[in-house]
Nanobody, 121 residues
Framework: VQLQASGGGLVQPGGSLKLSCTVS???????ISWFRQAPGKEREGIAC????????DVADSVRDRFTISRDNAKNTVYLQMSSQKPEDTAVYYC????????????????WGQGTLVTVSS
């Protein structure tokens, strides 16, 4: 199984960006998460969507600005980011695990390559 993250780029503060994570096969058995890692910081869980009921879990730090969704027909999970701040600058990774969402990156064994998001004027 391969994950392909895309959609990163340069965005101005207050702007919006939508990331995509495309999975090479059916996502039926996987929970899909987005993590981010800024320079010098630990990888941080941002949002996760479960496979069974599409329930989501979004980090407190971004809950009012980011949302996660999935399109099973396209094997794709999206991270919609709005009202972006300079502190959102990071490499964003998508990851998959069999079972339910987990906030901890060490519980995931399938990772995309990462896409860089830079929030700057």
């Amino acid at each position: 199984v391969q994950l392909q993250a895309s959609g990163g780029g340069l965005v101005q503060p207050g702007g919006s960006l939508k990331l995509s994570c495309t999975v090479s096969r059916s996502m039926d058995t996987y929970a899909i998460s987005w993590f981010r890692q800024a320079p010098g910081k630990e990888r941080e869980g941002i949002a996760c969507i479960n496979n069974k009921d599409d329930s989501i879990d979004v980090a407190d730090s971004v809950r009012d600005r980011f949302t996660i969704s999935r399109d099973n027909a396209k094997n794709t999970v999206y991270l919609q980011m709005s009202s972006q701040k300079p502190e959102d600058t990071a490499v964003y990774y998508c990851a998959a695990r069999v079972g339910k969402c987990s906030n901890w990156y060490w519980n995931y064994d399938l990772w995309g390559q990462g896409t860089l998001v830079t929030v700057s004027s």
